[in-house]
């Protein structure tokens, strides 16, 4: 039986993509069982180096448990328990990653090679999900710049594309008779924004390896936009000269723009995006916190929108 969590929910949040539920609460039984020995393991996390980064935010952490169990992940399913429960099936080694379109040296990368050669640090970053809530993540991984000053973009290229896996066999929400969207997955990124030094993918958190469901072996992280942004299980790095389509953007065009930035004066159709609450910070008269313009990372982000209606490109 799941327990579904609504002590701390406007009423604007519950809508097909906010299924929420609390880990701590879920937890019971005499026995002392936990969510965590109930469900599937995936591969075994493997501890990794990383310096630490003067990007890093000074904020209380989200606990490892929150930040492994409450997800958004829709190629296992609606509801945040389901990343945790069915992302096991998703077999993450061997994986590489294509990189290709408008570059003077394509390639295709094996993830381990992508980890060994790169500088690995510790981004401890605020995230804001659209529907309200956030958490802070110690992120491991290395700047996008990296990768993309190594495959040499061509002068043509204005945007940069990003592919998820498309699994079925593996990922269970993508077998619906009724998909919530058009798989697989796609994002996408100004050039400039994927050149910021704050956009970083993203191969571990908490000192290990990324968690299935948390998007292994290799995610998108870009603090300043709205969490579903940051696209999982990367399979494809596609650099191009038109904005590309984007997942939430084709579903409801109207709800997700394309640039996602986080912004307290642009609600959502459906709900304020004025206020957060923090995820970890529960109880039944949760005081939610004011939305911070681009999360809070303005001073490194906002010069890459001057002069753009960012009400009407949100």
Not at 211 to 231: D, E, H, M, S, T
Not at 296 to 307: I, N, W
Request: with cysteine; charged share 25%; hydrophobic share 40%.
């Amino acid at each position: 039986m799941l327990i579904r969590r609504t002590t701390d929910i406007l009423p604007s949040e519950i809508t097909p993509r906010a299924v929420y539920l609390s880990r701590r609460q879920w937890m019971a039984g005499a026995a002392g069982l936990t969510l965590a020995a109930a469900l599937p393991k995936g591969p075994e996390a493997a501890p990794l180096s990383a310096a630490k980064s003067p990007f890093s935010t000074d904020e209380k952490k989200t606990s490892r448990e929150d930040v492994t169990s409450y997800n958004n992940y829709y190629e296992f399913g609606t509801g945040k328990e389901d990343p945790a429960a069915k992302a096991g099936s998703l077999k993450n080694s061997p994986w590489t990653v294509k990189v290709d379109g408008m570059v003077g040296k394509p390639a295709e990368f094996a993830i381990e090679d992508l980890i060994k050669s790169s500088a690995l640090e510790e981004r401890i970053y605020r995230m804001r999900c659209v529907e309200g809530w956030s958490m802070v993540i110690p992120w491991v991984g290395f700047p996008l710049a990296d990768l993309v000053k190594r495959v040499e973009p061509l002068g043509s290229a204005k945007y940069v594309a990003f592919e998820t896996a498309y699994r079925p066999e593996e990922m269970p929400g993508v077998q619906s008779m009724f998909p919530v969207l058009d798989w697989p997955y796609v994002e996408g990124l100004r050039l400039d924004e994927a050149m910021n030094p704050l956009a970083i993918l993203a191969v571990g958190l908490y000192g290990e390896t990324l968690p299935n469901q948390n998007g292994a072996p290799i995610r998108l992280v870009v603090p300043w936009k709205y969490g579903f942004k940051g696209i999982k299980s990367i399979t494809r790095i596609s650099f191009v000269d038109k904005q590309p389509e984007t997942s939430w953007n084709k579903q409801a065009p109207s709800e997700y723009g394309f640039y996602a930035n986080v912004n307290p004066s642009v609600d959502h159709p459906r709900w304020s995006q004025a206020t957060e609450r923090r995820i970890g910070e529960g109880g039944l008269f949760v005081k939610r916190r004011p939305t911070l313009m681009f999360n809070g990372y303005a001073e490194q982000v906002a010069s890459l929108y001057a002069g753009m209606d960012l009400r009407k490109l949100y």
